[in-house]
C-alpha cells in the first residue's frame, strides 16, 4: 500500500485524477486501526481494480480536516478525482463492514 506523502485537498484531487483510490486514514496510536490493518492486504487483493493508499492522519491533520476526517480508521473512495463514497467515523470497523462498503461504493 502506498503511503500518501503531505499535501492539501487540491494536490490530493490531481494526484488521483485518473483511476479509482481507496484513502485509507489511520495513526499508529490508534488501536481500531491497529485492529484493521492486518486484514488490509487481503482487502486489497479483494478489490484489485482500486489502488490503495495510507495516509497518516497525524502527518496529514490539515487535509483530514479539510476532507471532514475526525474519526479514524476511516475510508474514503475516489474515482477520477472525485469522491465517490466513504466510511467515515470513529468506529472500529471490521473486514467484513470494509468489503461491504467498498461493494456498495463500486456499484
Known amino acids: 500500500m502506498e503511503k500518501l506523502a503531505v499535501?492539501?485537498?487540491q494536490e490530493l484531487e490531481e494526484k488521483l485524477s485518473n483511476g479509482k483510490y481507496v484513502l485509507t486514514f489511520m495513526a499508529t496510536w490508534c488501536p481500531d486501526c491497529s485492529f484493521i490493518k492486518p486484514h488490509l492486504p487481503e482487502?486489497?487483493?479483494d478489490f484489485a481494480d482500486y489502488h490503495f493508499i495510507s495516509v497518516d492522519r497525524d502527518e496529514n491533520?490539515?487535509?483530514a480536516q479539510e476532507l471532514n476526517v475526525f474519526?479514524?480508521?476511516s475510508f474514503i473512495v475516489y474515482q477520477d478525482g472525485k469522491e465517490v463514497d466513504r466510511f467515515v467515523n470513529k468506529d472500529r470497523k471490521t473486514k467484513e463492514e470494509v468489503e461491504n462498503f467498498l461493494t456498495a461504493a463500486d456499484n
Open 43 to 45: 482487502i486489497e487483493k
Open 7 to 9: 499535501m492539501n485537498k
Open 71 to 73: 474519526g479514524i480508521p
Open 61 to 63: 491533520i490539515d487535509l
